[in-house]
Every structure is written in structure tokens, then in C-alpha cells.
């Protein structure tokens, strides 16, 4: 299949899609991207230079420079960006974002979360909302999550770091120091209510 404008599915020259895969229109594929027999790439999916396994399904996502294995899932509305790598049995989920980074197998990120120069294990459960802080204004820095560690939502992860083996981060937590085996990290401030205090606060409207 290449160079299919009619049927609004464009494959370039330099693309291979295996007999056995699917691809529905709209679709855009190109730069020497291979998608394996089996995968399905499903509408409104732009893949350029990226690599799709066998069983993989890309549903209406962008994966540019990426290498997905088998078995996942990728989207609605995800963005895998250079030097994304994820490996096999993953839930990469809506309006996530990975960049520079590789995923372990069995590993989820399910929804709103961005992963950047990062090398994250087996079977992480990466929560909405979690954020890993690869950049300080002048240099990129390197997180490491080993297997199985629970990253709760909304959490930000602050580069350079290493979350070792089953450590657990409760969600709304800032990680600025690394963790041990079976770690938990909680990192909040607890709230304080004043009965009665948002009188005049708002005007509604």
C-alpha cells in the first residue's frame, strides 16, 4: 500500500504495512514507519518514522520518531514524540505525552500525564495528571522508575531522580528526593477550612 490519497489514507513509499494490518482513513503514514500485521491504526492517526507492533491499536493519536510494541494501546489523542519507546501490554491513554523515554512493559499511563527523558519499569501505574519535570530553564535531567511503583495523580516528579523497586507516591505529591525499595511518599499540606470564610470571596457572574 503506498501513496493512497483517495481513500484518505496516505502511506509513503518509504512505509511498510504488513498484510494483516488495518488502517482507516483519515490516516497519515510516512517516514520509513512500519506497522506489523495485526495492528490497527485507527482514524485521525498521523505516524511518521515510528515503529506500530503486532496487536497494537492507535486510536486518532500522533506518534512521530516512536517504537510501540505489541499489544498496546495508544490514544485517543496521545503523542509520542522522539525516542518514545513503549514496550509490550501498555495503556498509553488520552492526552498523553512521552518523549525521550522508555516504557516498560504492562506498564499505564492512562490519561493527562507527561513522561520526559525517563526510563520507567514493568508494570508502573503512572496516575492523571502526573507530571515528570525533566527541565529546570537550562538542562534536561534523567528520571528513573523502577517495577511496579504507584505514581498517584497529580504528582510531580522533579528531575533527577530514582523511584526504586514498589516504592508507592501518594497523589498530589512533588518528588524532589529519591526513594527505596517499597518507599511511601507523601507529600502534602494538610488543607485549612475556615467555616464561613468565602463570604465575599466570589461574585458569581
Same mark, same amino acid.
Given at each position: ?17 504488513? @498484510? ?73 491513554? @488520552? ?6 523515554? @522508555? ?103
Amino acid at each position: 500500500m503506498q501513496n493512497e490519497f483517495s481513500s484518505g489514507i496516505y502511506v509513503s513509499a518509504d512505509s511498510i504495512v504488513e @498484510d494483516g494490518a488495518r488502517i482507516f482513513a483519515p490516516a497519515y503514514i510516512s517516514g520509513g514507519s512500519h506497522i506489523l500485521s495485526g495492528a490497527r491504526i485507527m482514524p485521525f492517526s498521523h505516524i511518521e518514522n515510528s515503529y506500530v507492533g503486532e496487536g497494537t491499536v492507535v486510536y486518532s493519536s500522533t506518534l512521530i520518531g516512536a517504537h510501540v510494541e505489541k499489544n498496546c494501546t495508544i490514544g485517543p489523542y496521545a503523542y509520542l514524540r522522539c525516542g518514545a519507546t513503549v514496550g509490550e501490554r501498555c495503556r498509553i491513554g @488520552d492526552f498523553v505525552e512521552i518523549k525521550a523515554s @522508555d516504557i516498560g512493559p504492562g506498564t499505564k499511563a492512562a490519561h493527562h500525564a507527561y513522561i520526559g527523558d525517563a526510563v520507567v519499569g514493568e508494570n508502573v501505574n503512572i496516575g492523571c495528571g502526573v507530571v515528570f519535570c525533566n527541565y529546570n530553564g537550562r538542562t534536561k535531567s534523567k528520571s528513573v522508575v523502577e517495577d511496579g511503583v504507584f505514581i498517584g495523580a497529580n504528582s510531580n516528579l522533579v528531575a533527577p531522580l530514582l523511584i526504586k523497586r514498589g516504592a508507592y507516591i501518594a497523589a498530589g505529591t512533588t518528588v524532589t528526593c529519591d526513594l527505596a525499595d517499597g518507599d511511601l511518599c507523601i507529600g502534602r499540606q494538610r488543607e485549612k477550612v475556615l467555616r464561613g470564610g468565602a463570604a465575599g470571596r466570589y461574585e458569581n457572574g
